[in-house]
């Protein structure tokens, strides 16, 4: 049994063809075709059922297939840990939330660039529970998301803090002393929904403090929270650094309420059979350039 006979059963099984799987390999489909003969005839079994048009693995091949995946895992570790890191050639997929996205993501990858030249990026911008799913379905490898989540499943490591006030359009809500949650919540509240690690953590804490906003809409969309905050259609929590400009420029006002909202802690999340040296190191370097600040930061010089 070679390794390249588990790559091509592998990405066979993944890619749901022997042509893709080729390609993805750099290799003819009949040197994919003739790998998967060749373990078929080590076990002496079976490995796609050839009566179906799609390369379906049989019982034993999804078996195979849960093992090459393992195998493969330790193999690159392997190489990790043997290997200088500039020569280290693998795909990281990495997921991120969008305010991630708009701040000091294009700093992380460059570092990882960097650090790890020949590593392929592959990034997903997408909501905290779409991210969870996707790492729990080994679509991702690594994601950065605020820690709303407790899953012995997906160990996690702090990256960072986010605070967060509320905010609404100016003379929307008077300004001065301060006023209570209780009394904010009577006016219209734009939140974040249950699909964002955000507005998870602070749709729990105002329960807790057994508030109830009277008509709230949810939006999905950071970008497009802002823009509804500035036309005045309701007051909102926003990341209170990141969008100091518009709060300079009076675009936005900031409410005086109490309590205040507690600050988000964001975190790298990662499957625990998978973890390696390389995400080890990418996380590290997330750990070092983390900054919730700045609006789409410049890559630094």
């Not at 392929?120 to 820690?147: F, G, Q």
């Not at 709303?148 to 509320?166: H, L, N, Q």
Request: hydrophobic share 45%; with cysteine.
């Amino acid at each position: 049994m070679t390794f390249k006979q588990l790559e091509a059963l592998y990405w066979i099984g993944e890619l749901g063809s022997f042509a893709l799987a080729a390609h993805k390999l750099h290799t003819s489909q009949s040197a994919v075709s003739k790998r998967v003969h060749e373990l078929e005839m080590v076990f002496d079994t079976e490995l796609f059922d050839r009566s179906q048009r799609s390369a379906r693995l049989t019982d034993k091949g999804e078996e195979m297939f849960v093992l090459a995946r393992k195998l493969l895992d330790q193999r690159d570790a392997a190489v990790e840990q043997f290997s200088r890191i500039d020569v280290i050639e693998r795909r990281v997929r990495i997921g991120v939330t969008e305010l991630t996205a708009m701040t000091w993501l294009p700093r992380w990858v460059e570092l990882i660039q960097e650090h790890y030249p020949k590593v392929t990026l592959e990034p997903d911008v997408d909501s905290s529970v779409n991210l969870r799913e996707k790492v729990l379905a080994d679509e991702l490898d690594l994601i950065v998301v605020p820690d709303a989540f407790a899953d012995t499943r997906i160990p996690k490591k702090a990256i960072g803090k986010v605070e967060s006030a509320w905010m609404c359009k100016p003379g929307l809500v008077k300004s001065g002393k301060p006023i209570r949650l209780h009394e904010l919540a009577s006016h219209r509240m734009l939140l974040q929904g249950v699909k964002s690690g955000t507005g998870l953590l602070y749709d729990s804490w105002m329960k807790d403090l057994g508030v109830q906003p009277s008509n709230p809409i949810v939006i999905h969309n950071l970008v497009a929270l802002i823009g509804l905050t500035i036309s005045g259609l309701g007051v909102s929590y926003l990341p209170k650094e990141a969008v100091s400009q518009m709060l300079e420029e009076g675009s936005l006002a900031l409410i005086k309420v109490t309590p205040a909202l507690p600050p988000v802690t964001y975190v790298a999340m990662y499957k625990g059979e998978h973890r390696s040296s390389l995400l080890a190191s990418i996380i590290m370097l997330a750990q070092s350039c983390c900054d919730f600040t700045r609006m789409f930061q410049a890559v630094k010089g």
